[in-house]
C-alpha cells in the first residue's frame, strides 16, 4: 500500500509545482484572507493541526511550506484519510481526525498490537465509503461557487443507488481491488489499489513511477 501511495498524486498534493504557485499567488492575493483555503485538502493533517500559519513578512503575507517537514510534504498521507474519525460535511476537509485511533475496514489483533485500530462504515459500507472521499473533493468557496463538484456530481447520477447492482462507489472505480498482501507477512485476500488513479497529470520532474 505504501509504494502504491507513494506514486499516487496524494503523496504529491503540496509538492505540486502548480499547487505551491497557486497557493502562494492566492495568499499574497488576499493580503492572507485565503489562509488555509488551499491548504485544508493538500494538507490536511498539517493544516487541521495550525502548522501553516499565515504570516506577514515585509508587508506581504506568506504561507511557508516547509518541506522538510513530513506533516506537511506528504500532503494526504495515510494517517490523513486512516485517522478520519467523522466526516462532518462533504465539502472543503470538513473532517474530525483522532490523534490516537487508526480507522479501516477491519481490524485485527495483530493491527491492535501496533496501533490501536476500528472498524468504520466510512471504509466498508457501501452507503457510506464515498463521504470519506467527499469530504475533500468537492469545493465552496466563500461566495457560495463550487470550484470542484467531483462528489456532487456522483451523489446526483445513477451510480449514486445503494443496494442495487449499479451502485458504485467512488472506491470502486478509483481504487480496484487485486488479490495481494497488506503486509509482507499477511494472509493473502482480497486489497483495494492505493495508486488513486485518476485524470491527473503528473508535472514534478522527478515523479516516481511516472510509468505506472
Not at 493538500?42 to 493541526?49: D, F, I, K, Q, Y
Not at 447492482?165 to 497488506?182: A, E, F, K, V, W
Request: proline residues 7%; glycine residues 6%.
Amino acid at each position: 500500500h505504501f509504494e502504491q501511495w507513494r506514486i499516487s498524486m496524494h503523496a504529491f498534493a503540496t509538492k505540486d509545482p502548480i499547487f505551491q504557485a497557486m497557493n502562494k499567488k492566492g495568499i499574497e492575493n488576499t493580503d492572507g484572507r485565503l489562509n488555509q483555503f488551499c491548504v485544508q485538502c493538500h494538507a490536511p493533517n498539517a493544516s487541521l493541526r495550525d502548522q501553516l500559519p499565515v504570516v506577514e513578512k515585509d508587508g506581504r503575507f506568506t504561507m511557508e511550506l516547509d518541506m522538510t517537514n513530513p506533516v506537511i510534504s506528504e500532503g494526504v498521507q495515510c494517517t490523513t484519510c486512516h485517522r478520519i474519525e467523522a466526516v462532518l460535511a462533504t465539502q472543503n476537509a470538513n473532517i474530525s481526525l483522532s490523534d490516537t485511533t487508526f480507522y479501516g475496514a477491519g481490524t485485527s489483533a495483530a493491527a491492535q498490537a501496533a496501533h490501536p485500530m476500528e472498524a468504520s462504515p466510512l471504509f466498508s459500507d457501501p452507503a457510506q465509503k464515498s463521504i470519506l472521499c467527499g469530504s475533500c473533493h468537492d469545493v465552496l468557496n466563500p461566495n457560495g461557487v463550487r470550484l470542484d463538484s467531483t462528489f456532487s456530481a456522483w451523489y446526483a447520477n445513477s451510480y449514486n443507488n445503494p443496494g442495487t447492482p449499479n451502485h458504485r462507489t467512488c472506491q470502486d472505480c478509483h481504487m480496484p481491488t487485486y488479490l495481494g498482501r497488506i503486509t509482507r507477512d499477511g494472509p493473502e485476500k482480497m486489497l483495494h489499489s492505493h495508486t488513486f488513479v485518476g485524470v491527473y497529470q503528473a508535472l514534478s520532474p522527478n515523479f516516481p513511477g511516472r510509468p505506472e
